[in-house]
């Protein structure tokens, strides 16, 4: 028994099946998690290692060669950069994305494992360093105090972190901004030198002072007790009644030096709408979902709030789901729409209610069947799931159409509805797995993509055949059990009229527009049966004309998206002081609080440099000084405001520009984090040994292309040279005096920055003690030369003595990539398009001449790009040659599946038509669009090739097979196409936060749709009757010569 | 007795079925899957790419008198619905 024969006999199981798939899958909906994108590993790992005293030459030459060396053999590599700092080399690995992180880090330690021995003596083991995202904060809060600013950090650090480190998938919850508690001692030189003192002694004196000890155990008769001296300051405040020195009668700590019980000197600060305050980043483990952990946070956070001092004001900074939330909440709007559409399009093609439900119902049946996938397999709900929905929402239904359409025909013809269902099913069930085949040749390729653009179709592949699978079984069973439910059999002798008078005025008018239509389409048929070389000339000059168009079409990567985030950075020429920093910070900030005062809703930036011994692990990753500002700004909802955030950063860069005290600085639409949705950017790439060529060279570039319209944000890797004191000792002189280097530069370090002597304890937390020169004896160079060193022996000696503090140049670090050195040159894209930028810049090559030596490559985005857009282009030659092949077999033909091939160029025409219709550029998903149409287009041929083709068998005439059976189909045709367009055009409108992504393929998808179809619901029947003309002709004349040569015998 | 040779359209199995218990005749042997076109109207039942319709055949030997019931019976159900296709033939049987 078939088994569309089976459900319509057990109506009972099929609606219990049906019924338990729905329940999984609503099951899975609420289970699943939200994403922005599908999951994926960074794939970067970084080994470090660390070379004490050598210059970034010394290291380059030394440590980064040998480790590039033996990295560059391992497995997967797709980039190896590295960077070669004064005493510290860093080599980055950059894998094939979708590799297994775990295996490479492996390999690369035993790589590194070999070759530990070759390192030169001194250089530290390899250290392997893995990138990952949950690097990424997914939420920071800024706090602002007023009376609790000075125990800011301890408050935040015992009400705040440590309750949030405890939910789960928290990673790591890091205060920055907010200063420490310390404890020093700031002495004073003289006085020190008056009473023989150093740094070093007073620092063993306090440490010696601070204890508590064990002593043992202690027995009085049968009891036994524990002896315990304990020392430990109870109260900073003891600290400075200590005696260091008994020289001619006790000297205190505070004869000799201030003791202050306060907050860190310099630290970095951080500005919240221009308040000083504390920053909180949070972090999430690696793996967990950040929106599940931002719900339990939000939670958590009022329990928290009531907890602090009522003077902490916490407001949210940044928080990374909110854009992914809105943008599945849009997209998810856009899918209803989709929905109301193809509901639509149904009713008014069927004119009648019991049609139309049979029909929808295969909808949520079909597309609630991919949540139990989504499930199944740990993904999550992000743009791409649900796009897949979106494109699949109109296609769903073609199947049940085809099925419910041939069964009704047979119920007009006076079969019961049970077997009309049976039959019916039964003579298309073979077409419709045939284009379901084809859908499937189109999507299961997207499975085996890999790279970037595996990452983000795989999903998608999977989805879209998974839905057209439950949709043909589906077509196949629910349909036709369906049908035999809800149709009734045809009254007897029911008239013509009579089921006439049945319909409503509104079916009757859809009614006459159709058949109007049919009548149209059959009057141009005819005219382009009969007149087929105008036909197709006109058709070739239509796609000819088309492909003109791609010259005001620009490319792209990944289509910008506004996420009412911008951050950027300021830097001041090196050397800069934090207070200048600041005051630049300062006036940026009130700058953008009155330029956009409805449009801003608020702005944090940090100035400074972190202190060296913080634990801001954040801070550390990111670039600082105190020459530096970074600032991230929060915009209002985009409904809410009428500048998008690149042109908001736009007029930002402007207004920076006109700084004269900024060197450098960047604006970044959609913050780091937007990664590859803030839009594209283009990179030259100066390869050569030589830095002072290079550099210039470099330089020459920033000139040539901050000329060029469209590049921003225009910056060259290579630092500046920064000024800075080095203090050189002169090593004879030193060994004279019976001193050594290290122990030189140790003086020299526990003076100017400090010497932790011990810790001090109070509530289980501890505090630094430290002891240090007084500030007003660490402001110049004298000061420093005027620091007092202490041979072996005891002997008292001036720094100035042994060594001079000159003002030198920190050389750059030394950048290489795939084992040269190179500079880059980056931009942003604003306003114009990578291949516009990339000929822009090939340009520029002509007119600088690029000495001997030195390669130039062009860069960035474009990179990705040409991967990707490779990657699509094979992509579509083998959909092709799978869609092809399955036409083929499903014809029995090579020549009618070649016919059904030329909708294929018209999809073409209507996408390039519409890209430029709408301004938009060729990017990754409109090419996605672009190929997912390869297999909707032809659907549309196979209708009507197949229709002509069953005209042809029945005996009819070529023309008369073209004309009456491209009549018939022109309702299906239209139909389908209908519901593709229709349940697409709200992702080509791009309603909502994040559309920007998916419009473009909706905008394609549509555009090629409208096109292809029009085209070739002439262009094929005409290509078709020349073909079956050109056959018969051939058959006519062998006919003939075999006739003659029998006449001739 | 006559030999009753009905040959109708698949989705008339169970009218036919219907009728020949109505008027209680018990045997018969039923062809499914045969292929047929009618001799002037009608669609071909060939179950073929064009022709997807297929047949059945019943063949049953009825009284003398039940005959022309059955004619009847046949008759109007083609009646009901012409575009379906149902046709039955009568010949004598020698034997039974």
Redesign the interface.
């Known amino acids: 028994m078939k088994i569309y024969e089976s459900s319509v006999k057990k109506p009972v199981l099929v609606s219990i099946a049906f019924i338990a798939v729905m329940i999984m899958g609503i099951f899975s909906y609420s289970k699943l998690s939200v994403d922005l994108m599908p999951e994926f590993d960074m794939n970067m790992a970084i080994a470090i290692v660390t070379y004490p005293n050598a210059s970034s030459e010394d290291v380059e030459n030394n440590v980064t060669k040998i480790l590039e060396q033996t990295l560059s053999t391992v497995n997967d590599l797709k980039k190896l950069t590295s960077t070669s700092k004064d005493n510290v080399s860093m080599v980055t690995v950059e894998f094939e994305w979708g590799t297994d992180m775990d295996d490479a880090v492996n390999d690369m330690r035993d790589k590194l494992e070999l070759i530990k021995m070759s390192l030169p003596d001194g250089a530290s083991s390899p250290m392997i360093f893995k990138l990952s995202t949950d690097m990424m904060p997914v939420a920071i809060y800024a706090v602002d105090a007023q009376e609790s600013m000075a125990g800011l950090y301890k408050i935040l650090d015992d009400n705040m972190s440590n309750p949030l480190q405890r939910i789960e998938g928290v990673g790591s919850v890091t205060i920055a901004g907010a200063p420490e508690r310390e404890i020093v001692a700031l002495v004073d030189p003289n006085k020190m030198e008056a009473y023989n003192l150093t740094v070093e002694a007073i620092g063993a004196r306090i440490a010696a002072e601070n204890l508590n000890m064990p002593s043992g155990k202690y027995y009085v008769g049968n009891e036994s007790y524990n002896l315990r001296i304990e020392g430990e300051f109870k109260e900073s405040d003891q600290l400075k009644d200590i005696v260091v020195s008994n020289n001619g009668g006790p000297i205190y700590l505070k004869d000799i030096a201030v003791v202050r019980d306060s907050l860190q000197e310099k630290v970095q600060e951080s500005y919240i709408n221009g308040k000083k305050g504390a920053t909180v980043v949070i972090s999430k483990q690696n793996g967990a979902n950040s929106v599940d952990v931002m719900n339990k946070i939000n939670k958590a956070l009022p329990q928290i709030k009531k907890n602090l001092p009522s003077d902490i004001q916490i407001t949210e900074v940044m928080n990374s789901t909110d854009n992914i939330r809105n943008s599945v909440a849009s997209l998810e709007e856009t899918i209803l729409l989709a929905f109301l559409f193809v509901v639509v399009v149904i009713m008014y093609f069927l004119g009648e209610w019991r049609s139309a439900l049979i029909v929808v119902i295969t909808i949520p049946v079909s597309l609630i069947g991919a949540f139990i996938y989504l499930f199944a397999t740990g993904n999550t709900l992000n743009i791409i799931s649900l796009s897949a929905l979106g494109i699949a929402i109109g296609m769903v239904v073609d199947d049940a159409i085809v099925v419910m359409e041939n069964v009704s025909t047979?119920i007009s013809?006076?079969?019961?509805p049970?077997?009309?269902a049976i039959?019916g099913t039964?003579?298309v069930a073979v077409s419709v797995v045939a284009t379901t085949l084809t859908l499937i040749a189109v999507f299961f390729p997207f499975t085996m993509l890999s790279g970037m653009a595996g990452i983000m179709f795989k999903q998608l592949g999977w989805m879209m055949c998974i839905i057209m699978v439950v949709s043909t079984v589906s077509a196949l069973t629910l349909t036709p059990m369906l049908c035999s439910l809800i149709y009734k059999q045809?009254e007897?002798?029911a008239s013509k009229q009579q089921t006439e008078k049945k319909k409503n005025k509104v079916q009757i008018i859809i009614e006459k527009q159709l058949t109007a239509l049919d009548n149209a389409y059959e009057r141009l048929l005819t005219w382009a049966v009969n007149h087929k070389p105008t036909t197709i000339i006109v058709s070739t000059v239509i796609f000819v004309l088309s492909l003109m168009l791609t010259k005001f079409i620009g490319t792209d990567f990944v289509p910008a998206s506004d996420n009412a985030m911008i951050s950027g950075s300021i830097e001041l020429p090196a050397g800069a002081s934090v207070e200048r920093s600041k005051e630049i910070a300062t006036r940026f900030y009130n700058y953008m609080k009155t330029t956009y005062p409805d449009e801003m809703l608020r702005m944090t930036y940090t100035v400074g440099s972190p202190s060296e011994d913080s634990d801001n692990s954040f801070a550390l990753m990111q670039t600082s000084g105190d020459n530096y500002i970074s600032f991230r700004i929060k915009l209002k909802d985009i409904k809410e405001r009428k500048r998008t955030i690149f042109e908001i950063s736009e007029l930002m860069r402007k207004e920076i520009a006109s700084y004269p005290e900024v060197a450098k600085s960047t604006v970044t639409p959609g913050g780091q984090q937007g990664g590859m949705t803030g839009g594209s950017n283009i990179e030259v790439q100066i390869y050569g040994y030589d830095l002072e060529k290079t550099t210039k060279l470099a330089n020459d570039y920033k000139a040539g292309m901050s000329k060029i319209d469209g590049l921003k944000d225009i910056t060259i890797s290579r630092k500046d040279y920064t000024p800075q004191y080095n203090i050189v000792f002169d090593r004879e002189k030193l060994t004279a005096n019976g001193l050594d280097f290290a122990t030189a530069s140790t003086f020299v370090r526990n003076r100017m920055n400090g010497m932790t002597a011990s810790l001090y304890r109070e509530d289980g937390e501890e505090y630094k003690i430290k002891v240090r020169y007084a500030e007003e004896f660490r402001k110049s160079t004298e000061d420093i030369e005027n620091i007092t060193l202490y041979s072996t022996t005891g002997r008292a000696i001036k720094l100035g003595e042994v060594a001079k503090v000159v003002e030198k140049f920190a050389p750059p670090e030394i950048e290489r990539r795939d084992r040269e050195r190179i500079v880059t040159v980056k931009a942003t894209l604003y306003g114009t398009t990578i291949d516009k930028a990339k000929a822009a810049i090939e340009q520029l090559n002509e007119n600088l001449s690029i000495p001997s030596g030195i390669s130039v490559e062009i860069g960035g985005s474009l990179e990705d790009q040409q991967d990707t857009f490779g990657d699509m282009g094979l992509l579509a030659v083998i959909i092709i040659i799978l869609v092809y092949s399955v036409m083929a077999g499903e014809f029995e033909s090579f020549r009618s599946p070649f016919i059904i091939m030329f909708s294929i160029p018209f999809a073409l025409t209507g996408m390039f038509l519409s890209l430029w219709l709408t301004g938009q550029t060729i990017n990754m998903m409109s090419l996605i669009g672009a190929i997912m149409l390869i297999g909707i287009v032809v659907k549309n041929g196979i209708v009507l090739v197949d229709y002509i083709?069953?005209n042809r068998?029945?005996g009819l005439s070529i023309v008369t097979s073209i004309v009456s059976g491209g009549k018939s189909r022109l309702r299906p045709v239209l139909m389908t196409t209908a519901t593709t367009v229709l349940g697409m055009l709200p992702m080509a409108l791009g309603i909502g936060e994040g559309s920007e992504l998916w419009q473009p393929m909706g905008i394609v998808i549509v555009g090629g749709l409208l096109v292809s179809t029009l085209v070739t619901l002439v262009l094929i029947p005409t290509l078709y009757g020349s073909f079956a003309a050109s056959k018969l002709n051939r058959q006519r004349r062998s006919l003939r010569k075999k006739n003659r040569k029998e006449v001739i015998a | 007795m006559k030999a009753a040779f009905i040959a109708y359209n698949q989705a008339f199995v169970d009218e036919v079925e219907q009728i020949l218990h109505q008027l209680n005749i018990r045997g018969y042997t039923r062809w499914v899957d045969v292929q047929g076109r009618g001799t002037k109207t009608g669609e071909p039942h060939l179950g073929s790419h064009a022709w997807p319709g297929k047949n059945m055949a019943t063949l049953c030997i009825v009284e003398d008198a039940i005959a022309p019931i059955l004619k009847k019976r046949i008759q109007g159900l083609d009646h009901s619905a012409p575009e379906q296709g149902i046709r039955v033939f009568f010949w004598e049987t020698m034997d039974v």
Do not use: C, S, T
């Open positions: 047979h013809r006076g079969a019961k049970r077997e009309a039959y039964n003579e045809k007897k002798n083709n069953l068998e029945r």
